[in-house]
């Protein structure tokens, strides 16, 4: 198939804390040491904030692999399939983000262009990945408002469902659920309609254009019939309040550098992970894993993460355990000389699924 592209936009890292501001904090050869202080004490304040929003952050999990695994495949139908086994485990796994970057020397202008590809030529593979990673994800009811037809979607319905938690039925109620901002308007409301997937749109308390997916809060009030706004919130609290799992976000980087450059989160990965039969051999009931904010663990393709990263000039001349704070082979004694990335995933990710719960345990 062919190749592409796409990215999340990059956030400023968080002010460093520097302590030495709290120290000193009278200073009798200076005679505003006063003033000097109350500034000071006004920094460290704001900044302890700062430090106690990053701390109700709940950790995340990332996972990276290259779309060039779409390219191996010899048809549409066998390509969707496979994009469809790779959503399925990171639901399983309850993964955060999946950051799919290219392999290839390719611009970030040429993945815009094959992802707004509306017609039937063929897209690149990393368009076309990250096109059928984000369907799925997408609750069943939304789909048709937020995906137009596409050549690439044509065999999707071939596929089992991914029946995540937001992925509501049209009988069931819940605290949270996803919406899409549609045209309608309530006379005097200030707010807008949005379908939630029941028999009847809800108002929310912000006026949005239409097409807009939003997580909307539906508090304890059943009864459809009253117009009272109802809240939009941002789509990690339902994981924050009760810690259901609410998806993975896509994410494209043009390669595998871009992956660690243009992280979404703030501060970015605290720890990065590779994969390979190349890689150290532990024990999963034996391996420790530090206490970390954003982990991330990436895939390789059809020859591996060490092709990815010579095919990188950011990463030039650079070896995989200078790229990655732990690398892993996580099925030794393989009886087939090549393990698929989507057969890769699964694998992995129950061999990490112990040490992150216990890594998870020391925050």
């Not at 501001?21 to 202080?37: F, H, M, V």
């Not at 997408?138 to 937020?146: F, H, I, V």
Request: hydrophobic share 30%; with cysteine.
């Amino acid at each position: 198939m062919g190749k592409k592209k796409k990215r999340a936009e990059l956030e400023p890292e968080p002010e460093l804390v520097d302590d030495r501001e709290t120290r000193n904090e009278l200073d009798p050869a200076n005679g505003d040491s006063n003033e000097k202080t109350k500034k000071k004490k006004k920094k460290k304040k704001k900044r302890d904030k700062q430090n106690d929003d990053a701390s109700k952050e709940l950790p995340t999990v990332s996972i990276a692999l290259p779309g060039s695994i779409i390219d191996n495949t010899q048809s549409y139908e066998l390509a969707t399939r496979l994009a469809g086994q790779l959503a399925r485990a990171m639901t399983i796994f309850r993964i955060d983000e999946v950051v799919v970057f290219d392999n290839k020397r390719t611009s970030e202008n040429d993945y815009r262009a094959s992802a707004a590809n509306k017609s039937d030529e063929d897209e690149s593979g990393t368009a076309f990945l990250i096109r059928i990673l984000q369907y799925l994800e997408t609750p069943q009811y939304l789909r048709k408002a937020l995906f137009p037809m596409h050549s690439s979607l044509r065999f999707v319905g071939l596929l089992p469902p991914l029946d995540a938690p937001h992925h509501l039925r049209k009988h069931e109620w819940a605290p949270y659920r996803e919406g899409v901002t549609v045209k309608g308007r309530v006379p005097n409301s200030g707010g807008t309609l949005v379908n939630v997937g029941l028999s009847k749109d809800v108002l929310i308390d912000q006026v949005l254009e239409p097409g807009v997916r939003v997580t909307v809060a539906m508090g304890t009030n059943r009864n459809l019939d009253d117009d009272i706004p109802r809240q939009v919130v941002p789509s990690s609290k339902p994981k924050e309040e009760s810690g259901m799992y609410w998806g993975y976000k896509v994410r494209y980087a043009s390669n595998i550098s871009s992956v660690f450059k243009d992280c979404s989160y703030k501060g970015g990965y605290d720890y990065v992970i590779g994969t390979s039969e190349h890689g150290d051999i532990i024990n999963s009931s034996e391996l420790a894993l530090p206490a970390f904010r954003h982990l991330l663990i990436a895939f390789g393709g059809l020859a591996g993460l060490e092709e990815s990263i010579e095919a990188d000039d950011n990463l030039k001349g650079k070896k995989m355990r200078e790229v990655f704070d732990s690398y892993f082979n996580t099925c030794p004694h393989q009886g087939s000389r090549t393990i698929r990335t989507e057969e890769a995933m699964f694998i992995s990710l129950q061999y990490f699924q112990e040490p992150i719960s216990r890594a998870l345990q020391k925050s």
